[in-house]
């Protein structure tokens, strides 16, 4: 290794990973090919470190691979079966606290949740299932609202705000009671200003924000994540825009 | 844009408030605490009211509002009655208190009464472990209660006489300083520690922190003069100083005694901070449960403004202008973490921040910012006053000068106790008169769990860091409970901002409740420090680092304490089947023997 490389990389599980100053840890992983498990980031939305599925060790400590800048020398400790013990766990919170029903969701195969339990051999969800009672919003036109199946990873709070700039939701409660809300006198989506071809509506990893009318339009099977598992997919993490879905789902209103 | 309608009675009470804010979005949280004090709760209308007033989304007025656990989005009643819910409240009987004004209002937990007067609910620990149980009414301090002393506000609350006609004795608050050595025993002049720093110089008076080795009191213990130097050399203007009074962890009460009858102190120190680093502007945090202190607090700094401490070119030096506004928190223990409190104090909830960057060089607003603690800000006066070789002479190596302890449990003399750091839990034990230790839980509910054989142990950063919190329990005690009793409190408190914490809290906390029900086994036990596993290296601040550690500890420390609670299985199920049952049943019209799932089913 020349002195310049060493100026400019670091390494994951031994792997020289190169990236240019300004990059976080997981940014420049994923440009190398490197897999990090990950949930509430998207490349085309700033850092927010909440699900806590990419948590690394650097140097001995733990972080998010999300936030945590890239710096010459570090040493990240990724792959191994201590952190993917815990990011099974996560998983398992998540599917717990919510109300995750694969089966009978239209985002089966596209959804990150799921792909990342299959990948992560998550075998069963372990802990006591909390059977929340939370409120579906069916009152936007085009768009719904399932909250059974959020995961409090604040995308959509992040796209509505930094993309579309409409600041359509926000997370709000405490604790186990965190909950997505939007911005209308009413609360109700039908009443606030988000649009089909609004980035809040396609950046949700799970189902939780659903496009109305659209069933089953690519057969189970031939999704995104049915191809191959989630973390053999580093390019399409890595690249990956918010799909900006034409206005013509609309017509049939 | 739609407009909603409030009353116009509930508008004029909203006007005046928001004038005073200058209809400044920043000071939602403040807002807020005030429209509730006017109208008693801040329905969606309301809030509604506020977004449009005030020119920010709906959904920012609701995320703030649901956050915080004194903001009531329904009716709780013209009197909201909160009882102090921290272990020490316990072992004093709360619990028996709690049901008893239950009894006499006819009350369901946490509902308000038919004719909308009255609400009676558990809250997080007040800061009154020394003089508990402890109620608060409308955020407002009630110490020493007894059963009587529940009859005679059920008679008033019925009678609707206004809280401020209520006896004085009610609200009183002790100091209860069993121990003073060189803060509490020393004497205030007021203005001498500002004069002095002022004498030394910026660089001089940096200097002699630096000297002084002065570790912050909140816990973390980092050391001041690198914060205040950082925020220093951070080139963007204003710069802020934060004196953090959200003394939230359970069983620590010493701030609450400083800035009663030491405030001098905690300002001084601010002013000597904002001398120090260049800053213009500081705010006190006060935890909402010290609405009291507010008052005397607010006629306190108005007497430094016209003594000169406060205002335009303090202590004569032209340039140094510096002013402290109070902010009141509202129910949120993790607004004592540094970037929470900040995250509150612009109006929002408070989720602590991603760090980096660090508050010295983007805190309030984006600016540099330093947050103390209010001992901390004490401690400066002193090495103003006696420079930073007098001070780090004092205590150990690591853990320069003293410490206060809120004492509090088990012991004939709960109280402040201060000590040179070094002082052994042995010896707290016999200053308070706790002969029957089993235990102590220092530095609260995210601190440690230090058994008999651990006595011998000192308090001081490099063994026994804390924050101040020294609950102690007797040879009665269970120690399950009181693991317990913590569980529930992280549960409570999360803010639910990352994953491992907002469910984790909330599955030990289960855990432990099933225990408590004899239906736990070894699995159980397992799981809990299987949880602890991701909990203490997985969440994203404090809170969640340290919301297993009391199990944990007890878990090792005081196992037959649990052991003797498990069922004589390998497995119970989680999920309860003849409960499971009970809407069917409900449904059915059915409730006799065969409806439901005996023993041997």
Partial sequence: MSETSNANSFSIDGQRIPFTPGQTILQAALAAGVYIPHLCHHPELKPHGSCKLCTVIVNGRNGSACTQMAMPGIEVENNSPTLNDRRRVLLQMLFVEGNHFCPGCEKSGNCQLQALAYDLEMLAPHFRHAYPVRPIDTTHPDVWLDLNRCIMCELCVRASRDIDGKNVFALAGRGVDSHIVVNSPSGRLGDSALSIDDAAVHVCPVGAIMVKRVGYAVPIGERQFDEQPISRQVDYLATRHIPIVPVAATEER | ?601
Wanted: aromatic letters at 8%.
């Fill in chain 2, 1 to 601: 844009m739609p407009t909603v309608s409030v009353s116009a009675e509930i508008s004029s009470l909203i006007e005046p408030i928001l004038q005073r804010h200058a209809w400044r979005p920043d000071r939602l949280v403040q807002i807020l605490r005030e429209v509730q004090e006017a109208v008693d709760f801040i329905s969606d209308e309301t809030a509604a009211h506020l977004a449009e007033a005030l020119k920010i989304p709906y959904a920012q007025v609701h995320s703030t509002r649901d956050f915080y656990a004194f903001f009531y989005r329904e009716n709780r009643g013209r009197y909201r009655v909160l009882f102090s819910d921290n272990i020490t409240d316990r072992m004093a009987g709360n619990q028996g208190l709690f049901e008893h004004m239950q009894k006499r209002l006819k009350l369901e937990r946490g509902k308000v009464s038919d004719d909308g007067l009255v609400s009676i609910d558990y809250c997080s620990c007040t800061g009154m472990c020394d003089q508990g149980p402890a109620i608060l009414v409308n955020n407002r301090a009630i110490t020493r209660m007894t059963l009587r002393r529940v009859d005679e506000i059920c008679d008033l609350i019925r009678g609707q006489v206004p809280l401020d006609k209520w006896p004085a004795e009610f609200f009183r608050v002790d100091d209860n300083i069993r121990r003073a050595d060189m803060l509490l025993g020393t004497p205030h002049e007021p203005g001498k520690a500002v004069r002095a720093a002022i004498a030394r110089g910026r660089d001089g008076m940096l200097a002699e922190m630096k000297l002084s080795n002065l570790r912050g009191r909140g816990g973390a213990g980092f050391t001041t003069a690198v914060k205040w130097e950082a925020c220093r050399n951070a080139p963007a203007t204003p710069r802020y100083i934060v004196c953090n009074a959200d003394e939230g962890e359970p069983g620590t009460f010493k701030d609450r005694v400083l800035l009663q009858s030491y405030a001098g102190r905690v300002f001084e120190g601010m002013v000597i901070a904002a001398y120090t680093v260049g800053a213009s502007h500081g705010f006190l945090y006060l935890r909402g449960e010290y609405l009291y202190l507010l008052q005397p607090l607010e006629a306190y700094l108005a007497g430094m403004r016209a003594a000169g401490l406060l205002g335009r070119d303090i202590g004569g030096v032209a340039g140094f202008d510096f002013d402290i506004e109070i902010h009141l928190g509202a129910g949120a223990y993790i607004c004592g973490e540094e970037t929470a409190l900040i995250e509150s104090l612009e109006g929002k909830a408070g989720r602590p921040r991603v760090r980096p960057p660090f508050p010295v060089t983007s805190g309030y607003m984006g600016k540099p910012t330093v947050v103390n603690n209010v001992e901390t800000l004490c401690k400066v006066t002193e090495i103003a006053i006696n420079g930073g070789a007098w001070y780090e002479a004092i205590g150990t190596k690591q853990s320069t000068g003293t410490k206060i302890l809120s004492v509090a449990g088990d012991c004939a003399r709960p109280g402040l106790y201060e000590y040179a750091f070094g002082v052994r839990i042995a010896q707290v034990l016999e200053d308070c008169g706790a002969q029957e230790a089993i235990a102590v839980q220092v530095s609260g509910a995210s601190g440690v769990c230090l058994s008999e054989r651990e006595f011998g142990r000192r308090i001081a950063f490099e063994d026994v860091p804390t924050a101040g919190s020294f609950m102690i329990f007797g040879k009665q005690r269970d120690l399950f409970e009181v693991a317990r009793n913590f569980a529930h409190f992280f549960a409570h408190e999360s803010c639910g901002f990352c994953t491992p914490c907002r469910v984790g809290t909330v599955l030990m906390k289960e855990i432990m409740d099933k225990i408590a029900e004899g239906r736990g086994t070894q699995y159980e036990m397992n799981e809990l420090l299987r949880l602890q596993q991701v909990l203490k290296p997985g969440s994203h601040c404090g809170l969640g680092q340290t919301a297993g550690n009391a199990v944990a500890d007890t878990v090792q420390k005081f196992r037959p304490a649990y052991e003797r609670r498990l069922a004589e299985t390998d497995f119970v199920p989680a999920f309860d089947l003849d409960a499971a049952l009970s809407r069917a049943r409900e449904l059915a019209g059915r409730d006799d023997a065969a409806a439901h799932l005996g023993e041997e089913a």
